[in-house]
C-alpha cells in the first residue's frame, strides 16, 4: 500500500474501511453458481480455459508427465480458479448492466478489465509513472548534490541530510516497483512485497521528518533517535510476513506512523521559515484532497480507472513537487553552512 508510498492514503484507509473477503458480488448465488460449474466443467459459456487441465503445480490430469502448462502462465499464476472468477464476473457484470444495475466488488475488488493478464491496467502505468518520477527525483538531487553544489575537500556534501535522502529516494523506487507488481497480480507474495516495502518506506519517512524537524546532526543522536523505530518496523514487517497478515493492525501502524510524520512536516514548515515551505504546504494540502478519491470510492470506469487508479495519478505531480522541495532543502542549507564557514 507510496504507498506508504503516500501518507495520506493511510490516513483515508482508516476512515474507510473495507472487507478483502466478503463482498456482495462473490456472495451472489449466480455467481458462485458460475463458479462452481466452471471449476468443473472449466468453461464459462463458450469460453473454455487450458488452467483447469492442469494441477495446481502446472501438471496436466490427463496428459503425459513431461507435458507442462507455459512457464510465463504458470508465472503469473493464473489457474482454474483465478479464470474461472474473472470470466464469471464478468458474464455477471454484464447481465446486471442490461438490468441497468450497478458494478459490485468481488472479492474484495472492484470488476477489472484484464489487460494482456494484468489485473489493474492503470494502477500499474500509474505506479510506474511514479516510479520514474522517484528515479528522476532522486537522480537530480544526485547531480545538484555532487556536480553543481560546492563539496567540501573530502568530497563530501555539505548538506547534512544527503545519505537519509538517498535512503528515502531507493525506499521509494521499491515501493513504487512492488505497487506495479501487485497490481499486475495480487497473490500472497505480490501482497506481502507490496506492503513490506509501503511499511518501510513509511516508517524511514517519519525517521527522516523527525531528523530535519529537530535538526538532529550528530550521528549518535541519529542512532538513538532511529534505533526504536527500526526496531519496530522490522518487527511489525516480520509479524506480518512470517506470522499474520493482520490487516486491521497494519493499517493502525501506518496511520500512526502517517500522521505522526504529516504533523511533523506540517509544523516544521510553519516554525522553520524555510524559503521552500509552501512546497511542503502543497504537498500537505494536495495529499489531503487525494485522500477524498479513498474515502469516495467508485467503481472503475469502463473496466479500468477506478478511484484508486486516479490516487496513484495525483501523486505524480506531488512526489514531483515533494523532490523539488528536497533539491530546494540542499541548497538553502548547503547555503548557509557555506556563510558560516566564511
Same mark, same amino acid.
Given at each position: 500500500?507510496? @504507498? ?8 483515508? *484507509? ?77 458474464? @455477471? ?18 470488476? /477489472? ?30 547531480? $545538484?548534490?555532487?556536480?553543481? *553544489?560546492? *563539496? ?13 535522502? %538517498?535512503?528515502?529516494? *531507493? ?11 501487485? %497490481?499486475? @497480480? !495480487? ?14 518506506? +513509511?516508517?524511514?519517512?517519519?525517521? +527522516? ?22 526496531? /519496530?518496523?522490522?518487527? %511489525? ?11 486491521? $493492525? ?57 478511484? %484508486? ?17 528536497? @533539491?530546494? !532543502? ?13
Amino acid at each position: 500500500m507510496s @504507498r506508504c508510498r503516500s501518507i495520506f492514503l493511510l490516513i483515508a *484507509l482508516f476512515s474507510f474501511v473495507i472487507s478483502l473477503h466478503a463482498s456482495a458480488g462473490d456472495a451472489d448465488p449466480v455467481y458462485r453458481s458460475c463458479v462452481a460449474q466452471c471449476e468443473e466443467s472449466g468453461c464459462v459459456g463458450d469460453k473454455c480455459f487450458q488452467h483447469c487441465k492442469f494441477s495446481t503445480d502446472g501438471k496436466p490430469f490427463d496428459s503425459p508427465l513431461h507435458m507442462q502448462e507455459p512457464l510465463y502462465l504458470r508465472w503469473k499464476q493464473w489457474d482454474c480458479q483465478s479464470d474461472c472468477r474473472y470470466h464469471c464476473m464478468l458474464s @455477471r457484470e454484464e447481465e446486471r448492466n442490461k438490468i441497468g444495475q450497478s458494478p459490485i466488488k468481488y472479492h474484495g475488488k472492484w470488476p /477489472f478489465q484484464r489487460i494482456y493478464g494484468i489485473q489493474e491496467p492503470a494502477s500499474v502505468a500509474f505506479s510506474a509513472l511514479n516510479l520514474a518520477v522517484q528515479f528522476h527525483g532522486w537522480v537530480s538531487f544526485f547531480i $545538484l548534490l555532487y556536480y553543481k *553544489l560546492p *563539496l567540501k575537500p573530502n568530497k563530501g556534501t555539505f548538506y547534512e541530510y544527503t545519505g537519509l535522502w %538517498h535512503i528515502y529516494g *531507493l525506499l521509494s523506487m521499491n515501493s513504487w516497483f512492488w505497487s506495479a507488481v501487485f %497490481h499486475s @497480480r !495480487d497473490v500472497e507474495l505480490t501482497e506481502k512485497l507490496d506492503y513490506s516495502s509501503a511499511v518501510a518506506l +513509511l516508517g524511514f519517512s517519519l525517521i +527522516l521528518a523527525l531528523m530535519r524537524a529537530f535538526n538532529v546532526r550528530d550521528e549518535a543522536a541519529r542512532v538513538m533517535v532511529s534505533a526504536p523505530l527500526i526496531a /519496530f518496523v522490522t518487527t %511489525h514487517i516480520l509479524y506480518l510476513n512470517f506470522y499474520k497478515l493482520d490487516y486491521g $493492525l497494519n493499517m493502525k501502524v501506518c496511520v500512526v506512523m502517517a500522521i505522526a510524520q504529516l504533523i511533523t512536516w506540517a509544523v516544521w514548515a510553519g516554525a522553520s521559515g524555510h524559503p521552500s515551505r509552501w512546497k511542503v504546504w502543497t504537498v500537505v494540502v494536495g495529499g489531503g484532497l487525494a485522500m477524498l478519491l479513498e474515502v469516495y470510492d467508485f467503481p472503475p470506469y469502463k473496466g479500468l480507472v477506478d478511484a %484508486h487508479a486516479l490516487w496513484h495519478a495525483s501523486t505524480i505531480p506531488l512526489s514531483f513537487l515533494w523532490w523539488s522541495f528536497i @533539491r530546494d !532543502d540542499a541548497e538553502y542549507r548547503t547555503a548557509a553552512l557555506l556563510k558560516k564557514t566564511k
